[in-house]
């Protein structure tokens, strides 16, 4: 008889899956001739911070208004926590949003400002009282209720805005670039503290950006958009070291650009002729590339590294960028798109181990780099 430790009874449960908070069923937006949204797909876990990632223009606002109920949709769908949203009006949807200008009221005090949504709703004003203090507490504004707007930082200004659009309770909270008017230092500040209120209300947030740091550093997962499309979805980690597509190798994060040639694919591994010798990279990207045809390696700065002797591809030294952790070693090869390679190098010797003007091989592991085919002509 086997023990209770071995019975299959006594094995862990799976993890439930997670409840669909957010869900976009091919939701398409045109204004006039332009179409300003691609049959949109993506589905948002209960309690996920997801941000919507890509340039000005790539249609991430417009996604975000959708989802608010401020724009109609030309065709699709879009549920809330199961319950279909498409024609409900915005104040029945249970949403807050923090703009971009934070919208807050002049004329009324920080309390007011933070109430409001609740007065609109007819919440008994006892209970208003009270969650506004709650709110203010949550946002660490608690002695600044009866301050009016201009009276506050920006800083304090957008911690106003956050707690306006959380005393309403709301199932998903979303947010269109609430740091883009504050200064590095303050903007760090409040992506933590945005971050651990997200986490503690377990509140399902969507955020929009076109700063790939910021992205990278607050998300659980994040939607690539460019050109009204959502190119891909994934984790940090998977959208920086997987990227999906040539856009999205490129705009997330710094990249090198190697071109080179198919030779072989082999299952899952295929083998690239690149400069003076040969790298492996998986082969998933370069599905139906046939040998021989040109291939381009995108290679992270930090994955690149200053040989000992000739290296995969060779160099000169140019210049380097202090950047306080770390060294950016700028190499000169005529052979990558742009004629230059960054090397992240980390400490501080770089400049004197290497200076300008040296002549250096740079190598790379198999599988730190990631290719695709060519579109150079």
Request: glycine content about 10%; aromatic content about 6%; overall charge neutral.
């Amino acid at each position: 008889m086997s023990s209770p430790a071995s019975s299959p009874a006594s094995s862990p449960a799976p993890a439930p899956a997670r409840r669909v908070g957010v869900q976009i069923d091919g939701i398409t937006k045109s204004f006039g001739d332009a179409t300003a949204l691609h049959e949109a797909w993506l589905k948002i876990a209960d309690g996920e911070f997801m941000t919507l990632l890509g340039p000005s223009g790539c249609g991430k606002t417009t996604l975000l208004n959708l989802i608010a109920g401020f724009l109609e949709a030309d065709g699709g769908e879009i549920f809330v926590g199961g319950r279909l949203m498409t024609e409900t009006p915005p104040y029945e949807r249970e949403i807050g949003v923090v703009f971009q200008n934070y919208a807050l009221f002049p004329h009324m005090s920080v309390a007011k400002n933070v109430g409001y949504g609740l007065r609109m709703r007819g919440v008994p004003k006892r209970e208003i009282a009270a969650r506004v203090a709650q709110a203010l507490a949550l946002v660490k504004l608690s002695d600044f209720g009866d301050r009016k707007p201009r009276q506050l930082s920006g800083g304090q200004q957008q911690r106003v805005a956050l707690a306006r659009a959380l005393v309403i309770r709301p199932k998903v909270l979303l947010l269109d670039e609430p740091f883009s008017a504050l200064d590095k230092n303050l903007r760090g500040a409040m992506q933590v503290e945005l971050k651990e209120i997200q986490r503690q209300l377990g509140v399902t947030t969507i955020f929009v950006t076109h700063d790939q740091s910021e992205a990278l550093s607050m998300s659980d997962r994040i939607a690539v958009m460019s050109q009204g499309r959502i190119r891909q979805v994934g984790t940090p980690d998977e959208i920086y070291r997987r990227p999906a597509d040539p856009f999205v190798a490129s705009f997330v994060g710094d990249v090198n650009v190697l071109p080179g040639r198919l030779e072989r694919r082999i299952g899952e591994v295929a083998s690239v002729i690149v400069a003076d010798g040969r790298m492996q990279v998986a082969a998933q990207t370069l599905e139906g590339v046939a040998p021989g045809a040109a291939v381009d390696l995108f290679v992270r700065p930090d994955a690149v590294r200053i040989a000992e002797g000739d290296g995969l591809i060779t160099g000169t030294v140019a210049t380097h960028v202090y950047q306080g952790s770390h060294v950016d070693v700028l190499v000169d090869v005529p052979a990558a798109r742009g004629g230059r390679v960054t090397v992240r190098v980390p400490g501080h010797d770089a400049t004197t181990r290497w200076p300008a003007g040296v002549r250096v091989g740079l190598d790379m592991a198999a599988g730190d780099a990631v290719a695709f085919a060519s579109d150079a002509p």
